[in-house]
């Protein structure tokens, strides 16, 4: 079946580690995001790529990085300068302009 | 810069109450429009979306009109059910230059609907 795939559904590290989050389409589309989610904040936006190889800042980018090698895959890494990096991460794709995009279900970080 | 403005909730109404949460947003050009919900313990998924001034989207009775001159995408529902509890986020996609296009979320609307 088509979908958006993120893996693991919970993740725990501890304070001062890279952590990589995963997040793999086989809908055949464009544009891949990532967000996060926190109580009373929405979705605030990290990354988001429209082709292979080329990817640009959301409106939190700082801590985070990220890589477009494949069409189909999009991880994100936390990084430990991530002051506050335990949250819900959601990655979602689509086509593009004017196209609805899909959501994950989610990766909930816990950095302890 | 492009942001978005979502009314603030929590909303809560009683069945087949009328049923409205603004959004406007700011962007250069012409962005799509789109309403998303989150129901209880499930993800993100499409309500309806619009692509042009004018436009009105609409699904599962919700509607909602891409008003160009106020900058506006504002949902409604004329008669709430207990189901429709959610929450709700209004995201416009705008460009950021190019050919690159940036889907941002509002706070999301907390919407409870009491039998």
């Known amino acids: 079946d088509g979908g958006i795939t993120q893996s693991p559904k919970y993740l725990f590290r501890k304070e001062g580690q890279n952590v990589t989050l995963s997040c793999e389409q086989n809908l055949n589309h464009d544009a891949m995001y990532w967000y996060r989610q926190d109580p009373g904040q929405g979705l605030r936006l990290i990354y988001y790529?429209?082709?292979?190889?080329?990817?640009q800042k959301g409106d939190i980018a700082e801590g985070y990085s990220v890589s477009r090698e494949k069409k189909e895959s999009f991880p994100l890494t936390v990084t430990s300068a991530q002051k506050n990096p335990t949250a819900f991460y959601l990655c979602?794709?689509?086509?593009?302009?004017?196209?609805?995009?899909?959501f994950g279900q989610g990766t909930r970080l816990t950095v302890v | 810069g492009n942001s978005v403005t979502q009314m603030e909730g929590p909303v809560t109404l009683s069945e087949e109450a009328f049923l409205t949460i603004n959004c406007t947003y700011t962007?250069?050009?012409?962005?799509?429009l789109f309403w998303y919900v989150q129901y209880p313990g499930e993800g993100l998924q499409l309500l309806l979306k619009a692509t042009k001034a004018d436009d009105k989207g609409s699904n599962k009775g919700f509607e909602a009109t891409y008003r160009k001159e106020t900058t506006s995408f504002h949902l409604e529902k004329g008669s709430v059910q207990v189901s429709d509890s959610a929450v709700y986020f209004c995201?416009?996609?705008?460009?950021?230059?190019?050919?690159?296009?940036?889907?941002?979320f509002g706070k999301g609307t907390l919407l409870t609907v009491n039998p």
């Open positions: 790529s429209q082709i292979v190889n080329d990817f």
């Open positions: 995201a416009p996609m705008t460009t950021s230059g190019g050919s690159n296009y940036k889907l941002t």
């Open positions: 979602a794709s689509g086509r593009g302009q004017g196209f609805e995009a899909f």
């Open positions: 962007a250069t050009g012409y962005p799509s």
